[in-house]
């Protein structure tokens, strides 16, 4: 797609690019604290990415590499999408490769390859606020964050427990901050939080509807909540990857026939996609 | 001996209305108080102020902590307000509703305040909240159950259960029998006297119901029009009321 020089530079104007850096500095500053920001309309739906792409708008260069994943995926509607729109408004290179990218904006998942300090990972995020079901009042919720009150979320954990007889939570599942903060780390699954603490990379949070950004700066410390007795897991489908092998990735599970038959296959496409190159070899790859 | 609760010249003002006007009493250790009077008498505002869920005008509320003896909980931080209000208070409400979590099993009702004075063992939590489920008089079978699945009874005892498993030392109850029938209130009063004396705990309880006072509590303050009126032993009081709008109130009840 070529590059739309009508809309300032990454769509946004440099007032509001500069309004949500400020909110961006912040949450860098407070690491898991929600701040508030003036989130605008994006011309895309509520639930599709608004608060990300606001804040990938805002940190983007225009030497910058784009990559946007979808569920692991490089080829889905929303990265798709995303990612032309930002070759259309800010004329980035863009790319599917994990390690060439320099801003990559994620919905769902955070990639198997290990990142390093040169890049930002921008998450998208439906709901900021982990308390939100168990407490609808916000100025509540607040008020719990800013007195660091969090036996509530145990009680989450504490109703798994006896209603499946394990922590039954697979994604956003909680997590503490510098031993300050209970944050939701966005619907990624659980099987991704031990990446988040001590990433090297850049972690932003954008909530579009909810208008809150938050933030992991590199190496924080990330702990995911649990019980003594019930310690926390990082679970995955238990199979190796169909196409390329790998043992060590979070799968998704693809039926392929009526006849009950199924392929477990990495998520991440990037990641499959190298190892099916560098010659690696699943029992399903034709 | 010093008191429990010691509260001095309590007044809260609704803009020129009057909420409560100048409340002054002390408090011992395993005593329990009862606050009567007509609806819109002042009864629920004060209790409100003292458990700090409101802030009152003027006064003091002074509580003998475990840790630094007597503070001003009027005056003291909002953490440790609220600290105190999961950990020494307890607070019944009227309607259950307004006290359990309706979408959480009896279980993690029970659990929650343990949990929020940071217990992080699941057995140890469950084994508490059944104990107690059992102390209240609820099977233990429904430790998973969802409260909205309880009779209004069993709600109540839900509701007590939960404030009492962190064994606080002081109860502020809003009329706790109110709008149950009157065998289910009378096993409910027999519960909580139980309690009461089994834990040694103080309470401070508002009712319109003058037999859950004779039956609960040791002391007796009639408020009127934001006012007490008139302050006693409760059967002092009730046997031989001094001031006008108490012998009204003790005349009115019908005898069965």
Not at chain 1, 49 to 64: F, I, K, Y
Not at chain 1, 209 to 214: A, D, L, N, P, V
Not at chain 2, 87 to 93: E, G, P, R
């Amino acid at each position: 797609m070529t590059h739309d020089t009508e809309y300032n530079f990454a769509y946004l104007d440099e007032q509001t690019k500069r309004m949500i850096r400020r909110a961006i500095l912040k949450g860098l500053a407070v690491p898991g604290y929600q701040v508030p920001f003036a989130s605008r309309e994006m011309p895309m739906p509520y639930g599709w990415g608004t608060g990300g792409v606001q804040v990938s708008a805002a940190v983007l260069m225009p030497q910058d590499t784009f990559k946007v994943i979808d569920q692991g995926a490089d080829d889905t509607t929303n990265a798709v999408s995303i990612r032309s729109f930002f070759q259309r408004t800010a004329g980035v290179r863009t790319t599917t490769a994990t390690s060439d990218a320099s801003v990559i904006q994620t919905r769902h998942r955070i990639p198997e390859e290990r990142l390093t300090e040169d890049q930002i990972l921008v998450y998208q995020v439906p709901i900021p606020e982990p308390l939100r079901f168990l407490e609808p009042r916000e100025s509540e919720t607040r008020k719990m964050h800013s007195l660091e009150e969090y036996g509530l979320m145990h009680v989450k954990l504490y109703e798994d427990i006896s209603r499946h007889g394990h922590i039954a939570t697979s994604y956003a599942y909680p997590v503490k901050v510098e031993e300050r903060y209970v944050m939701d780390p966005s619907p990624i699954p659980k099987f991704d939080n031990p990446k988040l603490g001590n990433m090297p990379a850049i972690q932003l949070f954008g909530a579009g509807r909810e208008q809150r950004i938050y933030a992991l700066p590199p190496y924080t410390s990330v702990i995911s909540l649990d019980f003594e007795d019930h310690p926390f897991e990082a679970s995955k489908a238990d199979h190796p990857c169909g196409l390329c092998g790998a043992i060590d990735s979070y799968l998704d599970e693809v039926i392929t026939d009526d006849q009950g038959g199924r392929l477990f296959v990495c998520s991440d496409t990037d990641y499959c996609e190298n190892r099916r190159n560098a010659g690696h070899k699943g029992k399903d790859a034709a | 001996m010093i008191p429990l609760l010691s509260v001095q010249g309590i007044s809260k003002y609704y803009g020129a209305h009057i909420g409560c006007k100048d409340v002054s009493f002390d408090l011992y250790p395993g005593e329990v108080m009862g606050i009567v009077g007509e609806s819109g008498s002042g009864k629920s505002t004060l209790l409100n102020c003292l458990a700090g869920h409101l802030p009152p005008d003027e006064g003091q509320v002074v509580f003998d902590t475990r840790t630094d003896g007597p503070r001003d909980t009027v005056t003291m931080s909002e953490p440790e307000r609220r600290m105190l209000g999961r950990t020494d208070w307890a607070f019944v409400h009227q309607h259950a509703r307004d006290g359990l979590r309706m979408g959480v099993s009896a279980g993690g009702n029970v659990g929650e305040r343990l949990m929020a004075v940071g217990e992080r063992n699941y057995g140890d939590i469950r084994g508490k909240a059944t104990d107690w489920l059992e102390r209240v008089e609820i099977d233990a079978s429904r430790v998973d159950d969802r409260p909205i699945t309880f009779s209004g009874g069993m709600q109540q005892r839900l509701q007590i259960a939960r404030n009492l498993v962190t064994g606080p030392r002081l109860v502020f109850m809003d009329e706790p029998t109110g709008g149950l029938d009157v065998s289910v209130q009378a096993r409910l009063l027999d519960l909580i006297r139980g309690l009461v004396r089994d834990m040694g705990l103080s309470a401070i309880m508002v009712t319109h119901d003058l037999a859950v006072v004779r039956l609960l509590a040791d002391r007796l303050m009639v408020m009127k029009s934001g006012r007490v009126v008139e302050a006693g032993l409760t059967d002092q009081v009730l046997d031989d009321p001094q001031h006008a709008y108490s012998q009204l109130l003790v005349s009115s009840v019908l005898q069965v």
